[in-house]
């Protein structure tokens, strides 16, 4: 199977995952029903989440983190400081360019013919 790759970079570069405090966990299950990557699973012999698949998760993603009701998911830095460190590190915009490209190409619906937001044609005066 293909390795995992964030913008042309290894995901095993880098260390962005939900960590569970057990101590506050509730094993509501929001998390992994919020959670599209597949990062957690139940564990029946333990009777709760577990982080099962690190590797999945999306770098910089918090969702989980957000909608666990009793702040019991933690992550390993700020998400928009520790995106910002891996860009300069790894310089990925060419790769990015190139997947967007790719992207816009393979998905018309992505591309619209409309002003932005602010930019005229509104009515507030
Ligand atoms: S959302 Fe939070 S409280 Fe609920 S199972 Fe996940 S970690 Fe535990
Ligand atoms: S941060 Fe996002 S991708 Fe990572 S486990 Fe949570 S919801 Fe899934």
């Not at 597949?38 to 969702?63: D, I, M």
């Not at 400081?81 to 060419?94: C, D, M, R």
């Amino acid at each position: 199977m293909a390795e995992k790759q964030w913008h042309g970079v290894s995901r095993a570069e880098f260390r962005w995952n939900p960590v569970i405090d057990y101590t506050k966990c509730t094993s509501c299950g929001l998390c992994l029903l919020s959670c599209g990557s597949g990062v957690f699973a139940w564990s029946k012999s333990q009777e709760t989440y577990l982080v099962a698949n690190p590797g999945n998760c999306v770098v910089g993603c918090t969702t989980c983190g957000r909608v666990c009701p009793e702040l019991a998911i933690s992550f390993p830095d700020d998400p928009t400081h520790f995106v910002k460190a891996a860009i300069v590190k790894h310089k990925i915009f060419p790769a990015v360019k190139k997947e967007l490209a790719a992207r816009l190409e393979k998905s018309p619906d992505h591309v619209v013919d409309a002003p932005r937001a602010g930019d005229g044609g509104g009515s507030n005066g």
